[in-house]
């Protein structure tokens, strides 16, 4: 029988959007030490937003975290979000997560197909080769405002002493780009689980990755895009 505990460890899980929380999240809750909220508390569309628009970030965190009957629970917070907790706040925590994803085309790839609409945005099934236009210009101008806040969170995250802090990147949890897993790989697992403080067991999860394909496959103007990127510090990831 698994122990319940009255007063969990809290800790944050802070994102980009894109870059595999809602993947991580599943896998953590999967656990049955581990309470992840796999909403984002702080999203405006969020219920607990709704439902009590005038509360502090901090309030919306604490009805998140603060569920009995698991040794830690976890919530999500994106990078923009995060700056909006005080940092009394975030020196109060038992840890943060950071889970960050190397590949930034992707993740902006990603996200204009997923504003668009023109995907779901996760599924239990895996879906067909479907190409999409992507504007290049629009493509260069989001990886840059993207790496700019990243950079700006991870060195707001670094002015937090105190607080444990675990930096996992998202090829590590997938087996890789382009990879397609149900389970995070063990290394990657048994370093979660001793972070958290909780005995190692398999995390897993049932979802797909709704844009698995090559980006040459999936991008329809790919070579304007590819044009596009050439010269410029995002280079590297056109082959991936």
């Not at 994803?101 to 609409?117: L, T």
């Not at 897993?181 to 370093?191: L, Q, T, V, Y």
């Not at 190692?200 to 049932?206: A, E, G, H, I």
Request: hydrophobic content about 35%.
């Amino acid at each position: 029988m698994t122990q319940r505990w009255d007063t969990p460890s809290r800790v944050l899980l802070v994102f980009t959007q894109r870059g595999g929380s809602t993947y991580l999240a599943h896998c953590l809750d999967s656990h049955p030490d581990i309470g992840c909220e796999r909403g984002e508390p702080l999203c405006r569309d969020h219920v607990w937003m709704q439902a009590f628009p005038r509360a502090r970030p901090e309030q919306l965190l604490d009805l998140a975290l603060n569920r009995p009957g698991y040794k830690v629970t976890v919530a999500r917070v994106t990078h923009r979000a995060v700056r909006q907790v005080p940092i009394t706040y975030l020196q109060s925590l038992d840890g943060i997560i950071h889970l960050h994803r190397e590949n930034i085309v992707r993740i902006i790839v990603s996200a204009m197909i997923n504003a668009k609409g023109w995907r779901v945005t996760h599924t239990y099934e895996p879906l067909p080769l479907q190409q999409f236009y992507i504007d290049p210009r629009v493509l260069l101008s989001e990886c840059h405002r993207y790496l700019g806040n990243v950079r700006r969170t991870r060195k707001w995250l670094g002015r937090k002493p105190g607080v444990p802090f675990l930096k996992i990147g998202y090829e590590g949890i997938v087996g890789g780009e382009g990879q397609e897993s149900s389970e995070i790989p063990e290394p990657a697992g048994r370093k979660v689980c001793e972070f958290l403080g909780v005995e190692y067991r398999p995390l897993t999860c049932d979802l797909k990755r709704t844009n698995p394909e090559p980006l040459h496959k999936l991008i329809e103007n790919w070579r304007e895009v590819r044009a596009a990127l050439l010269g410029t510090p995002f280079e590297k990831w056109i082959h991936s």
